[in-house]
T-cell receptor
């Protein structure tokens, strides 16, 4: 069945460095992808999304890259700050689907 | 704040208890969702309501009973739960129940079943 997964369950980076969080998906029909951030004690928060007709989309300090050939999605966070500490997970869906399929999540920790 | 509130934030209950989780959204949305978030597992959709009508039941056991009296309020009634039901229960809302609509999540209710 469809699955969305993450390559690493934890990622530790130095403050100020760039972070890259990866996500693999298996459903080639998926055409919409979302990255969420979940801080401790809070619900998931939308960060950025991308449609399958794009391979890159930029937001404020974040960039999402989509490689449909290998079914891979990544989230890049520039100049990582302590406030970026959270669990990040991706979600996928497609036109006609009834729900989003979520990945397990990667915990990002920032070292001072 | 996301505009979605959940109460209580923490709940401990025995397997024979009956309790209810409440969710309220102040965003003027028409769709509301219940999700279960267990440790080391992906977020699992439980129920979807669109304009107060249930449109999705993701094979959830009957010991979980949702109720949506209006588009702003969503309840999850719990009865004779099992310890494996312990998890974070998240409520979300969106403009409509379409997967391309952004979902706004509440902070969740941390449920522990003894």
């Amino acid at each position: 069945g469809e699955s969305v997964g993450l390559h690493l369950p934890t990622l530790s980076v130095q403050e100020g460095d760039n972070s890259i969080i990866n996500c693999a998906y298996s459903n080639s029909a998926s055409d919409y992808f979302i990255w969420y951030k979940q801080e401790s004690g809070k619900g998931p928060q939308f960060i950025i999304d991308i449609r399958s007709n794009m391979d890159k989309r930029q937001g404020q300090r974040v960039t999402v890259l989509l490689n449909k050939t290998v079914k891979h999605l990544s989230l890049q966070i520039a100049a990582t700050q302590p406030g970026d500490s959270a669990v990040y997970f991706c979600a996928e869906t497609f036109q006609g689907a009834q729900k989003l399929v979520f990945g397990q999540g990667t915990r990002l920790t920032i070292n001072p | 704040e996301t505009g979605v509130t959940q109460t209580p934030r923490h709940l401990v209950m025995g397997m024979t208890n009956k309790k209810s989780l409440k969710c309220e959204q102040h965003l003027g949305h028409n769709a509301m969702y219940w999700y279960k978030q267990s440790a080391k597992k992906p977020l699992e959709l439980m129920f979807v309501y669109n304009f107060k009508e249930q449109t999705e039941n993701n094979s959830v056991p009957s010991r979980f009973s949702p109720e949506c009296p209006n588009s702003s309020h969503l309840f999850l009634h719990l009865h004779t739960l099992q310890p494996e039901d312990s998890a974070l229960y998240l409520c979300a809302s969106s403009l409509q129940a379409a997967v391309y609509n952004e979902q706004f999540f509440g902070p969740g209710t941390r449920l522990t079943v003894l």
